[in-house]
């Protein structure tokens, strides 16, 4: 149980473009998910948190309009990288909170998706 | 300052060897401590997750310590194999809801 998705696993696209990313919880229900990035030999980087009907709530330095993020099911969270440059090029991370749990603040992670910007 | 110290920053080991990661904390209040371990390429994958009454938890060969007292935990890795070769990241919760406080990892090669 507790299996979390993201899809694409890796992207490559052009600078300027859009590209988005899912995030499904398979097994059970989210209201929480997070997204999170990682750059080579770094540790993940909390960059926003989503609620399932509201809106998310970005973390300092991480520009809103930029990486936009929609939970609207209990079991999808979608982040789009608009106007992507290379420096966006990253690992994501996703991660996703059982609703029914109300200890332990357990967060299951999706596989990561690589994104490269030409 | 990052509030989750883990050292060493990377080792090598040999197939069948032990090793242990350290990893030391500032968090507070603290709920509870993590380790997941991360394939290169992959996301996290929890090994072990204790509370502050937990001294010790097992999961196979994975082994972890917590003294919250003294803020810090280790991770036992016992008769290393090859697969064990990956990211090992300890994570500490400040409360049941509260946002992960992520530590820079420790990259553990397994040679044969």
């Known amino acids: 149980g507790a299996v979390v998705s993201q899809h694409p696993s890796w992207v490559i696209c052009k600078s300027g473009t859009s590209v988005k990313i899912e995030c499904r919880s398979l097994?059970?229900?989210?209201?929480?998910m997070f997204w999170y990035r990682q750059f080579p030999k770094q540790s993940l980087m909390l960059m926003a948190t989503?609620?399932?009907?509201?809106?998310?709530?970005?973390e300092q330095g991480v520009e809103k309009d930029k990486f936009l993020i929609n939970h609207a099911s209990l079991t999808l969270s979608t982040l789009t990288v608009t106007s992507a440059h290379p420096e966006d090029s990253s690992f994501y991370i996703c991660?996703?909170?059982?609703?029914?749990?109300?200890?332990?603040?357990?967060?299951?992670f999706g596989p990561g998706t690589r994104l490269t910007v030409l | 300052k990052n509030q989750v110290e883990q050292s060493p920053q990377s080792l090598i080991i040999l197939e069948g060897k032990n090793c242990t990661l350290q990893?030391?904390?500032?968090?507070?209040?603290?709920?509870?401590l993590r380790w997941y371990k991360q394939d290169t390429g992959r996301g996290p994958v929890s090994l072990t997750i204790m509370t502050f009454s937990e001294n010790t938890k097992s999961n196979g060969r994975y082994t972890a310590t917590l003294d919250a007292d003294t803020k810090q935990s280790s991770l036992h890795i016992t008769a290393s194999q090859l697969s064990d070769s990956a990211s090992y990241i300890c994570?500490?919760?400040?409360?049941?809801?509260?946002?992960?406080?992520f530590g820079a990892g420790t990259q553990v090669v397994v040679t044969p």
């Open positions: 994570v500490v919760s400040s409360d049941s809801w509260g946002k992960l406080q």
């Open positions: 097994d059970f229900q989210a209201t929480t």
């Open positions: 990893c030391n904390y500032t968090v507070s209040p603290f709920s509870n």
């Open positions: 991660s996703a909170r059982d609703s029914l749990v109300r200890v332990g603040n357990e967060q299951f």
């Open positions: 989503s609620n399932e009907g509201s809106k998310a709530t970005y």
